[in-house]
Every structure is written in structure tokens, then in C-alpha cells.
């Protein structure tokens, strides 16, 4: 139960909370996942470059297809074991980008991109994480052909989850990079900032990559201190998500502002300021008086900024 029943029920943030069983004991097992690509209620999602592809539905649209029907779309670049859903076999396989402009000309299939999917709600919440799965698999198997090492051509193994060089024997798995994802609060009053790429009326937590041989923590203080010059004192931990955009894990985060001058960084925001909470409460609600928004639940920056409208941050 929300402590604030105004702001309505308490969203549940995107791509989190998958059902699959990831089962990577199967894995390495080759016979074992053919045998799950022969199993009748073996199902495929369909990624084409940064779009989905679906089947139109009338309530909802189905993201899963058949083994075959998924072959017959095209060639698929790589297949991806990516678990098991109540001991049905679950899996990924991409179609080069340009398969997609010819599947959207049919109007059996829905193709667009995985952040209009998430926002406008055009598959039931369960088949984001395993979709962000599959997507942040096949970005990586797409750029990861050649070995970094030598040069040689890699080849996918593991069901699609390594792959290794012909050359030096080399073995490489994906990566996933970390993002902290942070609010600074000073009393009642939150730091939000603007990117050039929002939507002219939104605000959102500031962010960056977490660097080599650095913590969590420090990443917040320091990206907080480069793109708006606040500096921060204490950081707690909110909640993770995966946002495979490509392949990022956003680590969100309250700070502890210990300054309150802004001196923005033009080069990564185009603007940042304080906000009030009764004015991020309009804007959460989407009743600001000039139309200012946070981001949508979808992302984790939403709900950030919610728990601390909530009294739910604590530096104690």
C-alpha cells in the first residue's frame, strides 16, 4: 500500500521481475537444447536490429512465436537460449534490421522499437524482462564477430551465451554496463536535470557511467559534481534495472546534497535545478501548472524520485 494513495498505486518498474528460469546449467549442453528447440511449447521472441516484432492482437499483441514461425520470417543471425517459463522452453533469435521494414509492410505484425512497447504498454508486463534479455544479448553477439584479442572471427556457443575465437581460443561473454542513476536531495527540495534528448517537459534524476576501479557511490558523487557542480555527502542504494539500451544496468540511488550552487555542464545537460516536493508531486501526477513531467514509470528514475515524495529516504 502506497503511503501516498493521491499518486495512485505504486507502478511496477519496467523490465524487473522476470518469471524465466535463466537455467544456464543447459547451457553447455547441446543435446539438451536441441531437445528443448524440438519441445512443442517452444517459444521465440523476435528482435530485428533496436525493434520487436509482434503479432497483432486485438486486446494485446503477442510477442511469442513458434519455432517455425520464427524461421520463417528469415534467417536468424543468432539464436539465444534464454531460460525456461513453467519448464517451456523460451528463446531469442535475430533478423537482420532490414527484415524488419519488410515485416512491417504486413499488417499481421507489429514492429517497433522496445521503449514505445514498454511506455505504451503493447504486451503484458511479463514479456519486458525476457524481451530486454533478448535484446541486450543480440546487441552484443551483433558487435562481438571478431575477437578483440587477434582479430579472428568469433563463433556463438552455449546457447548464446559466449562466444569464442577460432584464432586464439579465446572465450567472451556479454557485458553489461553500469549506470548510476541518482537524486540529490537537500531537505525538501530534489535536484532534477534536463537532457537534450527528453521530451521538452521532462525532468529526470541525473546519471552516468560507472567508471573503472570506482564504487557506486563515488560514481554518484561524481557525476552529480560534474554535471551540475553539487557536491553530495551520503548515498543509499534504491533498486537496480535493466535497460537494454543497449546493455546498461541502471543503479539508482538518493544522495545527500551538501551544496546547493548548480553550475551546470552544457556539454551534459541542458539545464538542472531545484525542485520542491509539491511541485515534483504536480509533476508526478502530470498537474503542473506549466506542464513540466518526471519519466514515465517504465523507467527507474520514476520511481526514484517517487520514493522520496513518499518519505521513503532515509541518510540515517
Request: aromatic share 6%.
Amino acid at each position: 500500500m502506497s503511503p501516498r494513495p493521491d499518486l495512485g498505486p505504486k507502478p511496477r518498474l519496467g523490465y524487473t521481475e522476470s518469471r524465466i528460469e535463466r537455467a544456464a546449467e543447459i547451457r553447455p549442453d547441446d543435446a539438451a537444447l536441441a531437445a528443448h528447440g524440438r519441445n512443442a511449447h517452444a517459444r521465440a521472441y523476435i528482435v530485428a536490429g533496436e525493434t520487436i516484432v509482434m503479432k497483432r492482437g486485438q486486446h494485446a499483441n503477442d510477442p511469442l512465436f513458434t519455432l517455425a514461425e520464427a524461421r520463417a520470417l528469415g534467417s536468424p543471425t543468432e539464436t539465444i537460449f534464454l531460460g525456461l517459463l513453467d519448464h517451456a522452453p523460451r528463446f531469442a533469435m535475430g533478423l537482420e534490421p532490414r527484415a524488419a521494414a519488410a515485416l512491417k509492410e504486413r499488417p499481421e505484425f507489429l514492429v517497433t522499437d522496445l521503449r514505445s512497447i514498454a511506455v505504451q504498454g503493447l504486451v503484458e508486463p511479463d514479456h519486458l524482462p525476457p524481451i530486454a534479455e533478448a535484446k541486450a544479448v543480440l546487441h552484443w553477439h551483433a558487435r562481438h564477430r571478431f575477437c578483440p584479442a587477434c582479430g579472428d572471427p568469433t563463433r556463438p556457443v552455449h546457447g548464446g551465451w559466449r562466444r569464442d575465437c577460432a584464432g586464439c581460443d579465446t572465450q567472451h561473454f556479454p557485458r553489461t554496463d553500469p549506470v548510476a542513476i541518482m537524486l540529490a536531495v537537500d531537505g525538501d527540495n530534489c535536484l532534477l536535470g534536463r537532457s537534450p534528448r527528453f521530451a521538452p517537459t521532462m525532468w529526470s534524476c541525473l546519471a552516468g557511467f560507472v567508471e573503472p576501479g570506482e564504487s557506486i557511490e563515488d560514481a554518484v558523487r561524481r557525476e552529480t559534481r560534474e554535471e551540475a557542480g553539487i557536491v553530495c555527502g551520503r548515498v543509499v542504494y534504491f533498486a537496480s534495472q535493466a535497460w537494454p539500451f543497449p546493455t546498461s544496468l541502471m543503479i539508482g540511488c538518493h544522495a545527500e546534497a551538501k551544496t546547493r550552487e548548480i553550475v551546470v555542464d552544457r556539454s551534459e545537460l541542458e539545464d538542472a535545478r531545484w525542485f520542491n516536493k509539491s511541485e515534483v508531486e504536480s509533476m508526478l501526477m502530470r498537474k503542473h501548472a506549466n506542464g513540466l513531467t518526471t519519466p514515465p514509470p517504465v523507467a527507474i528514475a520514476h520511481h526514484i524520485i517517487r520514493a522520496w515524495i513518499e518519505d521513503e529516504v532515509s541518510f540515517d
